[in-house]
C-alpha cells in the first residue's frame, strides 16, 4: 500500500462523517447560550470545538482498535455498524488505530488547558471536557470497557447528546441552566433509540466475544421495544419542553419528524429487527431520526432567537 491509499485509510478509520454531529450538538449548545443573552466569545467556541472534535475521533479509533474481536466476529456489518472495516480487512496494522487515539486525543487536555489559561473562571467546563474525555475513552478501552458492562449506551448518550451542547452552553455563558439541559433530553433518548437499532446486526458477533450492548444483555426483542419506548420518550419530551422555556418553534420543528418516528415504531412493531435484509434501512432511519432531530433544534432555537 502507497503513502496515499495508507493516508486515505488511516482517515477511513476515524470515519470524519460522524464528526458533523458533534459540530451540530456543540454548536446548539453555544446558540442555545446567545439566545438567553449571553454574548458570543469565539475563541472559547473554537478551542471549545477543537476539543470535542478531538475526543469523539479518539473515541472512533478507540472503538475499532479495541472492537477488533467483535468486528472481525461480525459477519453482517452494514454501513452503520460493526466498525470502518479498515482493520479486520486488513488495509493497516492495528496498532495504527491506538497510535492515532493517543495523538489525537493529545489534543483535547491541550485545548482544555488553553480554556483555562485564557479565563480561570471556565475551571468547570474544562472539568466536564476531561470527564467528556475518560468516559468517551472507557467506551470501549480498558480498564472500564463499560460498553462490555451493558453501559455504552447510557454513557454514550449523556457525553453525545447531553454533555456536548452543556459544554458549548457553559463556554459562552460561564454559569448553569437546565435551558441546555431540557433542549437536549430529546436527543438524548433519540440518541439511545439509535445506539441499540444499530446494534442488531452486531448480535450475533458481540454475543460471541462478550461484548454486552443491550441487544446482548436483553436480546433482540425486549431491545426492541426499549427503542420504541425511547423515540415515543423523545418525542413527549419535546412537546413537554415548550413548557420548560423551549421556544415552541423548536418543538413544532421536531414534532414534524413524528411521521417518520411512527414508521420506525411500526417497522420494528411487526419485527424488522430480526430480518436482515432491514437492518441497513432501520440503521439509516434511526440515524436520520436523530440527525433530523439536530437539524430541527438548531433551525427552531436559530429562528426563535430572531
Given at each position: 500500500m502507497n503513502a496515499v491509499a495508507?493516508?486515505?485509510?488511516?482517515?477511513?478509520?476515524?470515519r470524519p462523517i460522524f464528526l458533523l454531529?458533534?459540530?451540530?450538538?456543540?454548536?446548539?449548545?453555544?446558540?442555545?447560550?446567545?439566545?438567553?443573552?449571553?454574548?458570543?466569545?469565539?475563541v472559547a467556541f473554537a478551542l471549545g470545538q477543537l476539543a470535542v472534535s478531538s475526543i469523539q475521533l479518539m473515541t472512533h479509533y478507540c472503538n475499532d482498535y479495541y472492537d477488533y474481536d467483535a468486528d472481525k466476529a461480525n459477519h453482517t456489518p452494514t454501513r452503520w455498524s460493526g466498525g470502518s472495516r479498515v482493520l479486520v480487512e486488513h488495509e493497516l496494522p492495528r496498532g495504527v488505530a491506538l497510535r492515532a487515539a493517543l495523538l489525537v486525543g493529545a489534543i483535547a487536555p491541550l485545548a482544555a488547558c488553553a480554556l483555562l489559561a485564557r479565563s480561570p473562571e471556565r475551571a468547570g467546563v474544562v472539568a466536564l471536557l476531561f470527564v467528556m474525555q475518560a468516559?468517551?475513552?472507557s467506551h470501549a478501552g480498558p480498564p472500564?470497557?463499560?460498553?462490555?458492562?451493558?453501559?455504552?449506551?447510557?454513557?454514550?448518550?449523556?457525553v453525545v447528546p447531553l454533555f456536548t451542547p452543556l459544554a458549548g452552553f457553559l463556554l459562552q455563558s460561564q454559569r448553569f441552566e437546565l435551558f441546555p439541559i431540557t433542549l437536549s433530553a430529546p436527543l438524548v433518548f433519540l440518541q439511545i433509540a439509535m445506539l441499540v437499532t444499530i446494534e442488531f446486526p452486531d448480535y450475533a458477533?458481540?454475543?460471541?466475544?462478550?461484548?454486552?450492548?443491550?441487544?446482548?444483555?436483553?436480546?433482540?426483542?425486549?431491545?426492541?421495544r426499549v427503542v420504541q419506548a425511547s423515540i415515543v420518550l423523545a418525542f413527549l419530551l419535546a412537546a413537554a419542553g415548550t413548557r420548560l422555556e423551549v421556544p415552541p418553534r423548536v418543538a413544532l420543528g421536531?414534532?414534524?419528524?413524528?411521521?417518520?418516528a411512527a414508521v420506525q415504531c411500526f417497522r420494528l412493531q411487526r419485527g424488522d429487527h430480526r430480518r436482515e435484509f432491514a437492518w441497513e434501512s432501520l440503521a439509516f432511519t434511526s440515524v436520520a431520526l436523530f440527525f433530523l432531530g439536530m437539524l430541527a433544534e438548531l433551525a427552531g432555537l436559530a429562528s426563535s432567537a430572531k
Open positions: 495508507r493516508a486515505v485509510a488511516v482517515v477511513r478509520l476515524g454531529g458533534g459540530f451540530a450538538l456543540y454548536g446548539l449548545g453555544a446558540l442555545a447560550a446567545v439566545r438567553r443573552g449571553y454574548r458570543f466569545d469565539g468516559l468517551a475513552w472500564l470497557r463499560l460498553h462490555s458492562r451493558g453501559l455504552g449506551e447510557p454513557v454514550t448518550a449523556l458477533g458481540d454475543r460471541s466475544v462478550g461484548k454486552l450492548s443491550w441487544v446482548v444483555l436483553l436480546g433482540p426483542e425486549r431491545a426492541a421536531f414534532l414534524a419528524l413524528s411521521p417518520l
